[in-house]
């Protein structure tokens, strides 16, 4: 079935830099798309949505793209701190449901 | 506001018993979700409702697990028997009306011996 994907299952960025957190997804019909942050022993925690009708959205230090073309997501955070050190996943919500697939995670590791 | 809560945070259990996970949503929100989150298949989707009413149960594994949400403050999730693939995290998270991001539990890590 379809399904949502992550290029890279580790990134390891240096404080003060960019990171680029990237996300394949497969399903076309899909209208929605968010990203979570999860630390350590704790439940995701909302960063940034966008929907099918944007390709760019911000907001504080993060912005996430959309490029509906080829399928593609990406979460973009600015001036990278340790406290971004966390696993990042994106979802997706199937066109009218309400049921959020998630990809498998991204972990980010910042280093001073 | 105290965000969603869920009891208990841990809980061993050994195979073949009963295990009840519970949630309390945030005050106002619609929405009810569950999920089970794994090394292996990562974030899981079970069962969710809207105003107290399972919506899509489609991804409980099995007859083993069932929920119920009672009313707008309290949901249950229970597994009976329990069985050592069970173990995972549970997370419940809820949305408040027309809104779309899911606000998340802190979880319960379920351990079946």
């Known amino acids: 079935g379809e399904s949502v994907g992550l290029h890279l299952p580790t990134l390891s960025v240096q404080e003060g830099d960019n990171s680029i957190i990237n996300c394949a997804y497969s399903?076309?019909?899909?209208?929605?798309f968010i990203w979570y942050k999860q630390e350590s022993g704790k439940g995701p925690q909302f960063i940034i949505d966008i929907r099918s009708n944007m390709d760019k959205r911000q907001g504080q230090r993060v912005t996430v793209l959309l490029n509906k073309t080829v399928k593609h997501l990406s979460l973009q955070i600015a001036a990278t701190q340790p406290g971004d050190s966390a696993v990042y996943f994106c979802?997706?919500?199937?066109?009218?449901?309400?049921?959020?697939?998630f990809g498998k995670g991204t972990s980010l590791l910042v280093t001073p | 506001d105290a965000g969603v809560i869920q009891s208990p945070r841990h809980e061993v259990t050994e195979m073949g018993q009963e295990v009840t996970l519970r949630c309390k949503p945030i005050s106002g929100h619609d929405y009810l979700f569950w999920y089970r989150q794994t090394m292996m298949r990562g974030l899981e989707l079970l069962i969710y409702f809207n105003n107290n009413v399972p919506i899509d149960d489609s991804g409980m594994p099995e007859d083993r697990f069932s929920a119920k949400m009672p009313n707008a403050s309290f949901s249950t999730l229970k597994i009976q028997p329990s069985e050592p693939r069970d173990s995972a995290v549970y997370f419940c998270a809820s949305s408040p009306p027309l809104r779309d991001e899911q606000f998340f539990g802190p979880g319960t890590r379920l351990t079946v011996l």
């Open positions: 979802a997706e919500r199937f066109n009218s449901g309400y049921a959020l697939n």
């Open positions: 399903n076309s019909a899909s209208d929605y």
